[in-house]
């Protein structure tokens, strides 16, 4: 019997790698209810989770062409949900460590005025990043960003599925990242190396 689903899964990736989009649909529905779960766990967050989830499925769909390769479905997708779980745990813990830094920074020295000012011209530098942002993407920044809204609220606010929100934001942080790197290089060189 066992071996009857592991050729029906041999056949799904088949057709997968073929470019059928019905067995993909066939194939996420099947696997996102152990990969969500595991990753939740992993990380704590139905945010990240639903990201890891669509960032998962998105990268198998474009490496479908591989999938007639792989053995062991079920194993190479947890061992995939795994690996970018604890992927974007360290980014996340990086990012957190260089906002803190520069958070402690700003604040032990807001009492100076030429910190003040500089402070003043990276949240202006923020707030014109923002504003070079698509209408679209500018929202869901807002929403997410500085309402504290999760992808799955903003998704059903702005009547959008979570990955389109996902897309966003990712193309949103992506832009104001670059903005802060071609626009304030000096100013956060002056911060971290005061």
């Given at each position: 019997?066992?071996?009857?689903?592991i050729d029906?899964?041999?056949?799904?990736?088949?057709?997968?790698?073929?470019g059928?989009?019905?067995?993909?649909t066939?194939?996420f529905?099947?696997y996102?209810?152990?990969?969500?779960?595991?990753a939740?766990?992993?990380?704590?967050?139905?945010?990240?989770?639903?990201?890891i989830?669509?960032?998962?499925f998105l990268?198998?769909w474009?490496?479908r062409?591989?999938l007639?390769?792989?053995?062991?479905?079920?194993a190479?997708?947890?061992?995939m949900?795994?690996?970018y779980?604890y992927?974007?745990?360290?980014?996340?813990a990086?990012?957190?460590?260089?906002?803190?830094?520069?958070?402690?920074?700003?604040?032990e020295e807001?009492?100076?005025?030429?910190?003040?000012?500089?402070y003043?011209?990276?949240e202006?530098?923020?707030n014109?990043?923002?504003?070079?942002l698509t209408?679209?993407?500018k929202l869901?920044?807002?929403?997410?960003?500085?309402?504290?809204?999760?992808?799955?609220?903003?998704a059903?606010?702005?009547?959008?599925?979570?990955?389109?929100?996902?897309?966003?934001?990712k193309?949103?942080?992506?832009?104001?990242?670059?903005?802060?790197?071609?626009?304030?290089t000096?100013?956060?060189?002056?911060?971290?190396?005061?």
């Amino acid at each position: 019997m066992q071996n009857r689903s592991i050729d029906k899964e041999r056949v799904l990736l088949l057709q997968v790698a073929a470019g059928d989009q019905k067995s993909f649909t066939i194939l996420f529905e099947h696997y996102s209810k152990t990969v969500y779960p595991f990753a939740l766990k992993l990380t704590r967050s139905e945010e990240l989770a639903e990201e890891i989830l669509q960032d998962i499925f998105l990268k198998i769909w474009i490496n479908r062409q591989n999938l007639p390769e792989i053995e062991n479905f079920g194993a190479y997708v947890n061992r995939m949900t795994r690996n970018y779980a604890y992927n974007v745990l360290r980014r996340i813990a990086h990012e957190n460590l260089i906002a803190f830094e520069l958070s402690k920074q700003m604040t032990e020295e807001v009492n100076n005025t030429e910190d003040a000012v500089i402070y003043h011209d990276l949240e202006h530098s923020l707030n014109q990043a923002i504003n070079h942002l698509t209408p679209q993407q500018k929202l869901i920044y807002t929403m997410c960003h500085q309402e504290g809204l999760k992808y799955s609220e903003v998704a059903g606010r702005l009547n959008i599925s979570s990955s389109t929100v996902h897309t966003h934001m990712k193309l949103a942080l992506k832009f104001i990242r670059t903005y802060f790197v071609q626009i304030n290089t000096l100013i956060l060189f002056y911060l971290l190396f005061k």
